[in-house]
């Protein structure tokens, strides 16, 4: 069948400064290569790539997006495609991905029409009733899924047979048992980037802080075995970490440097670091192979299978960028967001990793339930322990109830994700954060993240003022910042003068 799959456009607010611009889908991409491999004709229609550098205002609003506007979307997509499938993957996006789906519907009648995305798995009896003729909403991964389903069309098989969706029949939602997650990744299809403008991405330089870098995401493991409480995994994927053969992961960095000239890797995995045996096997074959590639783990990982030994490996291996998610400084508001996390060995890592040049970025979350003044001043502890314990980088974050996680639950929110005031916010938006402790309220919450990430880095600068004139020389001289920091102030001076665009979507 001719299948086309729709990455949306980002959104973000019209002031927002992140070093994180945009990066190539690894979602969309791995769906896209199980449909090739199962032999249909598939592409991808990406929304954020067609438009790097293009920010168009939403007009009556303070959000903009990032890529091109759904009249050029739904251009791309061909005349005689047979089935569409689109990609909302956070819920923030929704208000314009619901857009963009009105449009497609408009267009194409009579196209059967998949969603798939994280906001999808959390919301699917919300998404049915505003939109009841999607063909389907796939829950959870969706490569096994969607090929059941377009089997299904081609055969006549009900749609309550297939694990792993809702869909809507005689006006009342169906929603059929989880899929089992798959555990077995030998056989796993390759992404397939078909349709995706890489080249706008790679000599961009869009990376997830690997600015300057040719850098292109992977996943090697899926999964995370852990339960947080603010964490969509237990309840949308299931606890369990399942990892990719070593060799096929080290095959596919091989044939990126070779077809695209990659020479960075940000392994976008819930949290790559788990089995100990497997990372040293995977440092090993990349040391063999000598690829001349960098990499990086941006959005974190655990230091419980960490020591000072596998380290040395992985920066041998090519390490240069490491977040650790520590979330809290403080015992009881750990236990209460159920992280188990040891501090005094976290520490010991951070102070290991530091030491052997591999930068490390510290992620900290306040505005928990139950979070007293007295938790936060343990966090802000624990932020002087890590620059001096060698920390470069820190991102100081609200914490927000995403739908489908154990805390949503407790808090029963009822967000309304086409609405401009009742909406789920970013949690690095400052203007917008909001606390869900009943010890303090929003302006204390962001006096401690905008005070404690500035005192950190001054902290740092006291510290370590060296670090400060290497980070000089990386941003205006060889133009290669390398902490998140830098990004920023490299990304603020590299900026080129944007014409913001105006969209009305009916606001």
Not at 199 to 222: E, F, Q, W
Not at 421 to 443: C, K, T, V, Y
Not at 472 to 493: A, G
Request: charged share 25%; net charge positive.
């Amino acid at each position: 069948m001719k299948v086309v799959i729709i990455r949306t456009p980002f959104i973000h607010p019209v002031n927002h400064l992140s070093s994180i611009t945009a990066v190539p889908d690894i979602g969309t991409a791995y769906v896209n290569g199980a449909l090739r491999k199962a032999g249909h004709d598939s592409s991808i229609v990406d929304g954020t790539g067609e438009g790097i550098n293009r920010r168009i205002v939403l007009k009556n609003t303070n959000l903009a997006l990032g890529g091109i506007p759904v009249s050029e979307i739904v251009a791309k997509i061909p005349k005689d495609v047979q089935v569409i499938g689109m990609q909302s993957m956070h819920s923030n996006r929704w208000i314009y991905d619901s857009f963009i789906l009105k449009k497609i519907f408009e267009q194409f009648p009579n196209v059967k029409v998949f969603l798939g995305g994280e906001h999808v798995s959390a919301c699917s009896s919300y998404i049915l009733k505003m939109f009841p003729q999607i063909t389907a909403c796939v829950i959870g991964e969706g490569e096994e899924t969607i090929i059941e389903l377009l089997d299904a069309i081609e055969t006549g098989r009900d749609f309550k047979t297939i694990e792993g969706i809702a869909f809507m029949r005689e006006g009342q939602i169906i929603e059929t048992p989880r899929r089992r997650r798959r555990s077995n990744l030998t056989d796993l299809a390759r992404p397939s980037w078909e349709g995706v403008p890489l080249k706008n991405y790679l000599d961009n330089h869009c990376g997830v802080n690997s600015l300057s870098r040719r850098a292109i995401p992977m996943v090697a493991t899926r999964g995370c075995p852990y339960s947080c409480t603010f964490c969509t995994v237990p309840n949308m994927w299931e606890s369990k970490w399942f990892a990719r053969p070593v060799e096929d992961v080290v095959s596919e960095i091989r044939d990126y440097v070779v077809r695209y000239g990659v020479d960075h890797i940000d392994f976008v995995d819930l949290t790559l670091v788990i089995n100990k045996r497997w990372m040293n096997e995977f440092c090993d074959a990349l040391i063999r192979e000598k690829l001349g590639v960098t990499w990086a783990i941006p959005i974190g990982t655990r230091t419980e299978s960490l020591d000072v030994n596998l380290l040395k490996k992985m920066k041998k291996a090519g390490l240069t960028r490491v977040l650790y998610s520590a979330e809290s400084g403080d015992d009881e508001t750990l236990d209460r967001i159920k992280k188990a996390l040891d501090i005094k060995h976290f520490n010991k890592i951070v102070y290991e990793t530091s030491r052997l040049g591999i930068v490390v970025k510290i992620a900290l979350i306040f505005g928990f339930p139950g979070q007293t003044l007295g938790e936060v001043f343990s966090t802000f502890k624990l932020l002087n322990r890590l620059a001096f314990l060698g920390a470069r980088d820190v991102v100081c974050l609200s914490f927000i109830p995403y739908p489908k996680t154990e805390l949503f639950d407790q808090l029963k929110i009822d967000y309304d994700y086409n609405s401009l005031d009742n909406n789920i916010r970013l949690n690095n938006d400052i203007p917008q954060m909001q606390s869900w402790s009943e010890h303090f309220g929003n302006r204390e919450l962001k006096f401690f993240v905008v005070s404690f990430t500035l005192y950190f880095y001054a902290l740092q600068g006291m510290l370590r003022p060296w670090r400060m004139v290497g980070g000089f020389y990386r941003v205006f001289i060889k133009r290669k910042p390398l902490t998140n920091f830098e990004s920023i102030i490299f990304n603020m001076f590299r900026k080129k003068k944007i014409t913001l665009e105006v969209e009305d979507i009916g606001y």
